[in-house]
C-alpha cells in the first residue's frame, strides 16, 4: 500500500518539476527593481554603513578615553584622601 501511494507521488512530483514557477515573472520584475533601487543608492559600494562603523568607532574610542581618565582620577583621589 505504501508502494502505490509512492509512485503516485512520483507521477504528481514529476509533472511539477518541469513545470513554471507560477510567480516567476513577478520575482524577475521584483529583482529587477531592488537592483535599480541599490544602484541608485550605492549600497553597492558599502558607502553609508561604513561611515557609520567609523562614527560609532570613534564615539566608542572616546568613551574608553574617558572611563579612562575617571578611574585614574578615582584613585588619584583614594591615595590623596588616606592619612
Known amino acids: 500500500m505504501d508502494i ?11 509533472e511539477k518539476v ?3 514557477f507560477e510567480r516567476a515573472d513577478r520575482f524577475q520584475e521584483l529583482t529587477r527593481r531592488q537592483s535599480e533601487i ?5 549600497l553597492t559600494k558599502n558607502q553609508a554603513p561604513s561611515q557609520v562603523d567609523a ?9 574608553l578615553q574617558k572611563q579612562t ?4 582620577i578615582q ?3 583614594r591615595t590623596a584622601i588616606r592619612v
Open 38 to 42: 541599490e544602484e541608485e543608492l550605492d
Open 69 to 72: 581618565e575617571t578611574k585614574s
Open 18 to 20: 518541469g513545470a513554471k
Open 4 to 14: 502505490t501511494d509512492a509512485s503516485k507521488r512520483v507521477k504528481e512530483l514529476g
Open 55 to 63: 562614527a560609532v568607532t570613534e564615539e566608542r574610542e572616546d568613551n
Open 75 to 77: 584613585k588619584t583621589r
